[in-house]
């Protein structure tokens, strides 16, 4: 699996497109080599470029993403958005980190400083891990882990750890409540996420994500992609995942753990500063590694979305897809209100887990019957007939009531 | 569920519920949302937002804060109409105005100030010294940014900051400025016509006086030739 022969073989030519990504590992790569340094440090080396450039491009991107979140949302909301730093205000970021650089750091005096300053940290340790074992192009995979998907998982339920660390340590009201609250919402949202993932190793055989995305490759009837939301239990799969992607990454309308009306911010109450700054990164960076895990999974990762598209680089279409389904985090956050806590918890115990469990016999059913015309007819029923039970009871228990108040009436 | 019983008087306690399909109400709410993203980029009415300090709204008449002295001509302190009255320093509640009157060498009136200061930062803005004004002086101004450095000599506005031309205060507020321009202008024509009423009444006085004298000679003059005739 190792990257560097194949980088280092003449046949790939340095201008290729599909290769600019990994140029710089490839330039360090040959460095070493030149110098005559041993070829463990070559690869070393490698890693730490391959990294590198993992952490620069989600940095980046996570700049980026701060003023087109302000910028999408004033929009939506007819205002104009930042628009004073530079062109545009295009250079927005750049002012918020500086104001975040040079702001007094605090310490509450009763915190457990040590905690206190760990929580951040964590919190973006195990979002860039995440990043790592993606596969963002035909060429470009960081670390390509035969476990990906399990490793993805594991690391990725260490961020809940550093927010209960951040809510414990600040020895503070609000901090604890929205640590508890992150707790509890990830862990329930953690299971959907999880079983509507399982379907796609069920149907895949493997939880190399590399694989899985070469194994979306291809086009039915000629031009609808071979995507796993392409496949009936795919697409409820895929819908599940989504909205547990959501919970999972603290967005609204899920973003019950900081709360502003209620516990200010939660458990990042207590920080200011850097710190601060750390655990928004934390949180962009997790939205990043979770939206390219659905993209990867049920979006074809790089996967060209329609035939003869094959010219343009693959990692292209990694990020177009990643930006469209940003977008997509964003129109929502600009549309839906908050929850409420019980609604949170009952929406992914009564709803999502039933029917993310309801995917596997259908992944199950796919994977037997033949994934063409039969498993869609033996699949579509096993899903769609849930699915109208459970409008049924939606429409009858828990639609919106008209209230009306005949005192304000008359 | 609903405990609440409707009134007599609502007619429609309950909406029909139609069978929707789970999840349609989020993608109207999604649709909404996004029409006013798209819309935002092309329908200039839905921006209403003003770029303030490169583009400001257009004040309305109406809207009045701190006094500023109206003067006629070019010139703020020939045109000043402002005669020094001290009616609008003793009018105003909290006591803002100063004024000092001119004189000249003599200790006669010059019917103008020499100070008139007006401390904005005690100024409440009630326009009460405009109400009172009887030379058509004293207005409310449009003026809102007025921020400064200094919060005592900056705050106090001496007559160079308050003198205002007529053409501005017509700017601010025809309706207003025209109605005082027009009265005035009437007010002016009628003194003149009164001066010159008084002219010509002075002048037929002095002609009918010089006439009676002439009369008065000739009549002299005819009874002398009479008598010695006589």
């Known amino acids: 699996m190792s990257a560097v022969p194949e980088l280092l073989s003449p046949s790939v030519p340095w201008w290729d497109l599909e290769w600019l990504p990994r140029l710089p590992q490839r330039v360090v790569e040959w460095i070493v080599q030149f110098l005559g340094l041993p070829e463990w440090l070559a690869q070393i080396a490698g890693m730490a470029v391959a990294a590198f450039t993992v952490v620069g491009v989600f940095a980046g991107a996570f700049a980026l993403l701060s003023l087109i979140e302000r910028k999408t949302l004033a929009r939506v909301q007819n205002r104009l958005g930042p628009n004073r730093v530079g062109p545009c205000g295009i250079l927005q970021p750049v002012a918020d980190g500086i104001k975040m650089l040079t702001k007094e750091d605090i310490v509450p005096a009763r915190a457990e400083w040590f905690l206190h300053l760990l929580a951040p940290v964590l919190i973006v340790v195990p979002a860039i891990l ?40 600040s020895v503070s009201k609000f901090p ?11 862990v329930s949202y953690e299971l959907p996420l999880m079983l509507a993932a399982l379907g796609v190793v069920m149907v895949s055989g493997t939880m190399s994500l590399p694989e899985i995305v070469a194994q979306q490759g291809g086009f039915h009837l000629g031009f609808i992609p071979a995507w796993n939301l392409f496949t009936p239990w795919g697409l409820v799969a895929g819908v599940v995942f989504f909205i547990a992607c959501i919970a999972e990454a603290n967005r609204c309308p899920f973003d019950l753990p900081e709360g502003e009306s209620e516990i200010v911010a939660g458990h990042m109450t207590e920080y200011s500063g850097f710190k601060y700054a750390l655990f928004f990164m934390g949180e962009y960076l997790g939205l990043f590694a979770i939206s390219g895990l659905g993209i990867t999974l049920f979006l074809g990762g790089w996967q060209a979305p329609l035939p003869g598209l094959g010219f343009v680089p693959s990692w292209c279409w990694f990020f177009a897809k990643l930006s469209a389904v940003i977008f997509v985090f964003l129109w929502i956050r600009a549309t ?20 993310s469990l309801l995917t596997l016999p259908a992944a199950a059913l796919w994977h037997h019957a033949g994934r063409g015309f039969s498993g869609w007819a033996l699949t579509l029923p096993l899903l769609a007939i849930p699915w109208l039970i459970l409008t049924v009871t939606f429409n009858k228990r828990m639609a919106p009531q008209t209230r009306r108040f005949h005192y304000a009436d008359s | 569920m609903n405990d609440i019983q409707p009134h007599p008087a609502v007619k429609d306690p309950k909406p029909p519920r139609k069978w929707t399909p789970p999840g349609l109400g989020l993608l109207q709410g999604l649709a909404v949302s996004g029409r006013n993203l798209v819309e935002s980029f092309y329908k200039k009415d839905r921006m209403v937002t003003v770029q303030y300090p490169e583009e400001r709204l257009e004040i309305s008449p109406n809207f009045r804060n701190f006094p500023f002295l109206c003067y006629d001509g070019d010139d703020p302190v020939k045109g000043l109409r402002c005669t020094a009255c001290s009616i609008c320093e003793k009018e105003c509640p909290p006591q803002c105005i100063y004024i000092v009157l001119d004189r000249d060498e003599n200790g006669k009136s010059l019917k103008r100030p020499k100070v008139f200061d007006i401390d904005i930062s005690v100024c409440m803005n009630c326009g009460i010294c405009s109400e009172v004004c009887p030379f058509d002086s004293i207005y409310m101004d449009g003026e809102y940014e007025m921020s400064g450095y200094d919060r005592f000599g900056g705050m106090m506005l001496g007559l160079d900051r308050l003198s205002k031309s007529a053409d501005y205060h017509m700017k601010l507020r025809p309706e207003q400025a025209s109605e005082v321009l027009a009265r005035r202008k009437a007010d002016e024509e009628k003194k003149a016509a009164a001066a010159a009423a008084k002219a010509a009444k002075a002048k037929a006085e002095q002609e009918k006086k010089a006439m009676e004298a002439k009369q008065a000679a000739e009549a002299a003059a005819a009874e002398s030739s009479q008598g010695g005739e006589a």
């Open chain 1, 130 to 169: 995440a990043l790592g074992v993606i596969p963002y192009g035909k060429s470009w995979t960081p670390v390509p882990l035969e476990l990906g998907l399990l490793f993805f998982f594991a690391v990725g339920a260490m961020t809940e750890l550093s927010i209960f660390m951040a809510g414990w340590a």
């Open chain 1, 176 to 186: 604890m409540l929205g640590a508890m609250r992150a707790i509890s919402q990830m």
């Open chain 1, 336 to 355: 839906f209100p908050r929850v409420r806590i019980d609604q949170l918890m009952r929406f992914a115990w009564l709803c999502l887990i039933p029917v």
